[in-house]
């Protein structure tokens, strides 16, 4: 799988990075932007999903846009992905090197593979349900908090940059884009993350990489997160539950 979404990078991805026509760039909805790459890259995966696994149900950012039904049919398929042929497409639009391809293996409610690639990072994280999480071959684990009384926190919902969590330190900016965001709280760079989107596409593979590593995501009321479902309000990954425990009381 790895190798797949590495090839699919070289082949649309890597040769559009910061060579990218006007045209070939369009505003789904108002800040949301698709460009031929994605559109070309979550094909090709897809079809090699597809073939490999016939009876699989493929829920893919893109075809989403134009089948929302798919989206009932992941959630009650025993076998299924996620595809998120660039994530972080504003970051590619505009030369940043934070984006990346990412593919979730679900069945039933359970995330049991996962893989992330960094295509201008050359970097990948891979996750396996009971086996552990891995960069670039080396298994991680999520490092301790360094300040318990001050964690660090990131959100992505921009209303909430530089606001507290009741008398934690301000939240500052994500990475603005999970490809980036998971890997980099399951290395330490955040302790929290707190997120209003919840597209599984977007969540599914980093949530096995961090529950891998030692962390913890779940929704704002309590619940551990459900790949299958698209939680009422938003979601926090954390650096373990303890520290999860003692944020969702805090959320406005």
């Known amino acids: 799988m790895l190798s797949l979404l590495q090839e699919v990078a ?15 760039v369009i505003e789904k909805n108002p800040g949301d932007l698709v460009t031929v790459a994605d559109r070309e890259a979550e094909v090709l995966i897809t079809q090699r999903l597809q073939q490999a696994y016939p009876e699989a149900v493929v829920l893919g950012e893109e075809h989403y846009e134009t089948n929302r039904a798919v989206l009932q049919e992941y959630a009650e398929a025993h076998h299924a992905f996620t ?23 679900l069945l039933g409610p359970d995330v049991v593979r996962s893989w992330i690639w960094q295509p201008q990072h050359e970097v990948a994280y891979v996750a ?37 969590l009741g008398e934690l330190p301000p ?10 965001d998971y890997p980099m709280l399951v290395e330490g760079a955040a302790d ?19 529950s891998e590593a030692g962390g913890f995501l779940g929704t704002f009321g309590s ?10 309000n938003g979601i926090i990954g954390a650096a373990d539950r303890e520290l999860y425990d003692l944020l969702v009381p805090l959320i406005p």
């Not at 500052?172 to 980036?180: D, F, G, M, N």
């Open 83 to 105: 595809v998120d042929p660039i994530d972080g497409t504003k970051n590619f639009v505009n030369g940043s090197k934070d984006h990346g391809v990412m593919v979730a293996e």
């Open 192 to 210: 929290y993350i707190v997120y209003k989107g919840r597209q599984p596409w977007d969540h599914a593979p980093g949530s096995l990489l961090l």
């Open 223 to 232: 619940a551990a997160y459900d790949p299958r479902t698209i939680p009422a």
């Open 10 to 24: 070289e082949e649309v991805i890597n040769p559009r990075f910061r060579a990218l026509a006007g045209h070939q």
């Open 128 to 164: 396996e349900r009971g086996s552990g999480a891995f960069r670039n071959g080396e298994r991680l684990t999520r490092p301790p908090v360094l300040d318990p009384e001050a964690p660090r926190g990131v959100t992505s919902h921009r209303r909430w940059i530089g606001t507290s």
């Open 171 to 180: 939240m500052e900016l994500t990475w603005i884009c999970c490809a980036v």
